[in-house]
């Protein structure tokens, strides 16, 4: 009997340590929960070439310089006759995007030979004549002016004169990212 109770004591405070446990433990615990919500907006990519005027006093090109329906691509063909003659327009380079943006990289101006630099120069910078180089900048809604001239030098001696008429390609590419 001694046992029993001994026995029925030692559950009842088991039980009661149980009972006391769980309500100290439901006591120091705590569900915390954060909700919210966010609206993700639309932005646009928009940066193309517009508005493109030719310089007064460029040589009459056989195909003067005009942007493509796409917006990205200027092409032109001209003839450059004698030193001096030269061909120049300038162009505004629109982000009518959301996105700012800017250049990835150094912009790249190719198609002279080494022969023909001699006589010829190609350039594009910005209109006020400053270069055009990686990480300009160009805000959503802004533009830039870009200049493009080739020219037929003057300062060359009789002997630096190509002796065969030039077909030359001349590109100049510029690329544009998320700033």
Request: charged letters at 15%; hydrophobic letters at 40%; a neutral charge.
């Amino acid at each position: 009997m001694k046992q029993d109770k001994r026995t029925n004591m030692v559950m009842a405070i088991i039980l009661v340590l149980i009972v006391g446990i769980s309500i100290g433990y439901a006591a120091l615990t705590a569900a915390l929960n954060i909700t919210g919500q966010t609206t993700i907006g639309s932005p646009s990519w928009d940066v193309h070439f517009e508005t493109l005027n030719v310089t007064s006093g460029s040589a009459t090109a056989t195909t003067p310089a005009a942007i493509q329906t796409n917006k990205l691509d200027i092409n032109y063909a001209v003839t450059l006759n004698q030193p001096g003659d030269f061909y120049e327009f300038t162009v505004n380079v629109k982000n009518g995007g959301t996105i700012a943006a800017k250049l990835s990289a150094n912009p790249t101006l190719a198609g002279l030979s080494d022969a023909q630099k001699v006589y010829t120069t190609y350039t594009a910078t910005y209109s006020d004549g400053t270069t055009v180089s990686a990480n300009d900048k160009l805000a959503a809604g802004a533009s830039k002016t870009i200049k493009v001239r080739v020219e037929y030098k003057t300062d060359i001696t009789a002997s630096q004169l190509p002796t065969t008429a030039q077909n030359v390609t001349l590109t100049y590419a510029m690329n544009y990212i998320q700033d």
